[in-house]
């Protein structure tokens, strides 16, 4: 516009300038004058595309600035702020070392947040926080963190009364319900983390029944699409209301008041409490021949923090202890330790190879006992007592009464050896547990003078193994001149390492 102001006035100069007394006067016509003038609407109309640019990139600036406000909260952690956390005092209270570095901390929940003692997470608002992990799986959701009570609210676009129009057949009207800036693998990984989630729905009826004579004519859809058909409580086997669990619908025959499909007004209140189906994704209702019916569904609440368990059984226990690091880890199997590959790239939706199990005993158990004199027992039930302990330990074997008992269930070895005192006619040696007879091995005075009694067997806490001669007229033989002849050994090998006892 400046421009045009100042040609107008050149022009008037020279044109004025025709008038004058001096020789020199310059030539203007109209045509120079349009000329001029179509120069100016090109460079004018460059002024305000340049003007146009310059308002977008500024818009875009903008847009930036508030996307690196929302993060900064979330990934970027000042390290004056994390320096208490790192810091290790002695008795004196006096500092003796402080940590140069800060970790990136990105809550999973609200309540995360509140408990991790950030001052950036000090007053309650809106938050970035990343249920299923840090860097894997889907990008950080957008929620309303209370900090006095850590709940995590998830908020939608349906959460005004929106009226339910005029139709008759079955889920004739549906509303797909869209939630601010996240996806359903992190609504679902929200509600893993927490204790408890809820979302509560109200519906205004005017006929519009829910169910009738088996038909269902409104349900809604959960997290994985799957149709739900009741309407409040944690049975998802059910059709019900609110009215139905508290015992006072309009008719004591029905489990919700808009069932009864009357032409006045009604309604139903729920709070859905199965948190593995929330949030709900989708309303339909049919069956909706008068006007008046209408449905207002809340934000998606969850609170606390779900029980770990205390022994992992798969990477995604894991995952939900915490772990988002790609590697072998040792998990709970049946029995055993066991160990496992886990892919965390997709968070919740952990991928588990089994690489086999790990040999952990809580204490070993295993022991060598030998007789350096002949042994002969009174009766078939009468162990084979040993005199030299080599080896005892976990202290299993009684040297005194010669039995051992299991400390842990589990498998054990057990191997025996020893030689027949000539002459002392045919005989076995016996294995028992708990004094049924398992094995035996065979010696007489002719042909067969040495006796071996390998075997493995499972067994339970405090079970009870032992040796026994059969019949009793039999002798071992062992004395000083020659060592120790008689030997018994007993190994764990394999511990039930989770065993209930």
Same mark, same amino acid.
């Given at each position: 516009?400046?421009?045009?102001?100042?040609?107008?006035? =050149?022009? *008037?100069?020279?044109?004025?300038? %025709?008038?004058?007394?001096?020789?020199? +006067?310059? &030539?203007?016509? $109209? !045509?120079?004058?349009?000329?001029?003038?179509?120069?100016?609407?090109?460079?004018?109309?460059?002024?305000?595309?340049?003007? =146009?640019? *310059?308002?977008?990139?500024?818009? %875009?600036?903008?847009?930036?600035?508030? +996307?690196? &406000?929302?993060? $900064? !909260?979330?990934?970027?952690?000042?390290?004056?702020?994390?320096?208490?956390?790192?810091?290790?005092?002695?008795?004196?209270?006096?500092?003796?070392?402080?940590?140069?570095?800060?970790?990136?901390?990105?809550?999973?929940?609200?309540?995360?947040?509140?408990?991790?003692?950030?001052?950036?997470?000090?007053?309650?608002?809106?938050?970035?926080?990343?249920?299923?992990?840090?860097?894997?799986?889907?990008?950080?959701?957008?929620?309303?963190?209370?900090?006095?009570?850590?709940?995590?609210?998830?908020?939608?676009?349906?959460?005004?009364?929106?009226?339910?129009?005029?139709?008759?057949?079955?889920?004739?009207?549906?509303?797909?319900?869209?939630?601010?800036?996240?996806?359903?693998?992190?609504?679902?990984?929200?509600?893993?983390?927490?204790?408890?989630?809820?979302?509560?729905?109200?519906?205004?009826?005017?006929?519009?029944?829910?169910?009738?004579?088996?038909?269902?004519?409104?349900?809604?859809?959960?997290?994985?699409?799957?149709?739900?058909?009741?309407?409040?409580?944690?049975?998802?086997?059910?059709?019900?209301?609110?009215?139905?669990?508290?015992?006072?619908?309009?008719?004591?025959?029905?489990?919700?008041?808009?069932?009864?499909?009357?032409?006045?007004?009604?309604?139903?209140?729920?709070?859905?409490?199965?948190?593995?189906?929330?949030?709900?994704?989708?309303?339909?209702?049919?069956?909706?021949i008068h006007n008046g019916g209408s449905h207002t569904l809340g934000k998606l609440i969850c609170s606390g923090k779900s029980i770990s368990p205390v022994y992992p059984r798969s990477c995604a226990d894991?995952?939900?202890?915490?772990?988002?690091?790609?590697?072998?880890?040792?998990?709970?199997?049946?029995?055993?330790?066991?160990?496992?590959?886990?892919?965390?790239?997709?968070?919740?939706?952990?991928?588990?190879?089994?690489?086999?199990?790990?040999?952990?005993?809580?204490?070993?158990?295993?022991?060598?006992?030998?007789?350096?004199?002949?042994?002969?027992?009174?009766?078939?039930?009468?162990?084979?007592?040993?005199?030299?302990t080599v080896l005892n330990e976990g202290g299993a074997m009684d040297i005194s009464t010669g039995i051992f008992t299991a400390p842990k269930s589990g498998t054990y070895l057990f191997d025996f050896s020893?030689?027949?005192?000539?002459?002392?006619?045919?005989?076995?040696?016996?294995?028992?547990?708990?004094?049924?007879?398992?094995?035996?091995?065979?010696?007489?005075?002719?042909?067969?003078?040495?006796?071996?009694?390998?075997?493995?067997?499972?067994?339970?806490?405090?079970?009870?193994?032992?040796?026994?001669?059969?019949?009793?007229?039999?002798?071992?033989?062992?004395?000083?001149?020659?060592?120790?002849?008689?030997?018994?050994?007993?190994?764990?090998?394999?511990?039930?390492?989770?065993?209930?006892?």
């Amino acid at each position: 516009m400046l421009v045009r102001i100042f040609v107008s006035c =050149l022009v *008037l100069v020279i044109s004025s300038a %025709q008038d004058t007394p001096y020789d020199f +006067q310059p &030539q203007y016509d $109209e !045509s120079f004058q349009g000329t001029v003038m179509a120069r100016l609407d090109q460079l004018e109309a460059k002024v305000l595309d340049q003007e =146009l640019q *310059l308002n977008s990139a500024n818009d %875009q600036i903008n847009s930036l600035k508030e +996307q690196v &406000q929302r993060l $900064e !909260s979330v990934l970027l952690v000042n390290i004056s702020n994390n320096l208490k956390s790192r810091i290790t005092e002695d008795k004196t209270s006096k500092v003796i070392g402080v940590s140069p570095y800060s970790a990136i901390f990105s809550p999973r929940t609200c309540l995360e947040a509140r408990d991790s003692g950030l001052p950036e997470f000090k007053e309650s608002g809106m938050y970035w926080i990343d249920p299923d992990g840090i860097g894997i799986g889907d990008g950080a959701i957008y929620v309303h963190c209370d900090m006095k009570t850590g709940t995590t609210s998830l908020g939608h676009d349906s959460e005004e009364t929106i009226e339910i129009p005029k139709c008759t057949d079955p889920g004739c009207y549906s509303r797909s319900i869209l939630y601010q800036n996240t996806t359903a693998k992190q609504a679902k990984a929200l509600a893993e983390f927490s204790a408890e989630c809820h979302q509560t729905i109200q519906v205004n009826c005017l006929g519009g029944p829910f169910t009738v004579e088996g038909i269902d004519y409104a349900w809604w859809n959960d997290v994985d699409g799957e149709i739900q058909t009741f309407w409040s409580g944690s049975d998802a086997t059910v059709h019900t209301c609110q009215c139905g669990i508290d015992d006072y619908c309009v008719r004591p025959d029905l489990e919700c008041n808009c069932d009864a499909n009357v032409a006045v007004p009604l309604s139903d209140n729920g709070k859905i409490t199965l948190k593995n189906v929330l949030p709900v994704t989708k309303l339909n209702f049919g069956r909706t021949i008068h006007n008046g019916g209408s449905h207002t569904l809340g934000k998606l609440i969850c609170s606390g923090k779900s029980i770990s368990p205390v022994y992992p059984r798969s990477c995604a226990d894991l995952w939900r202890i915490g772990y988002t690091l790609n590697g072998l880890y040792p998990i709970q199997g049946d029995k055993h330790v066991e160990f496992v590959h886990c892919d965390f790239t997709l968070g919740q939706n952990v991928a588990q190879n089994r690489i086999g199990y790990v040999d952990v005993k809580s204490e070993p158990v295993q022991f060598y006992v030998q007789s350096s004199t002949s042994i002969s027992v009174p009766n078939k039930d009468s162990p084979i007592i040993f005199n030299v302990t080599v080896l005892n330990e976990g202290g299993a074997m009684d040297i005194s009464t010669g039995i051992f008992t299991a400390p842990k269930s589990g498998t054990y070895l057990f191997d025996f050896s020893g030689v027949s005192e000539p002459s002392t006619g045919v005989f076995s040696v016996v294995f028992y547990v708990n004094g049924v007879q398992k094995g035996s091995s065979f010696a007489d005075d002719l042909r067969q003078f040495t006796v071996t009694l390998p075997s493995i067997w499972h067994l339970n806490k405090g079970d009870e193994v032992k040796l026994s001669i059969s019949p009793t007229v039999g002798t071992l033989f062992s004395n000083n001149l020659y060592g120790p002849l008689l030997h018994f050994t007993g190994i764990l090998l394999e511990e039930e390492i989770f065993t209930v006892i």
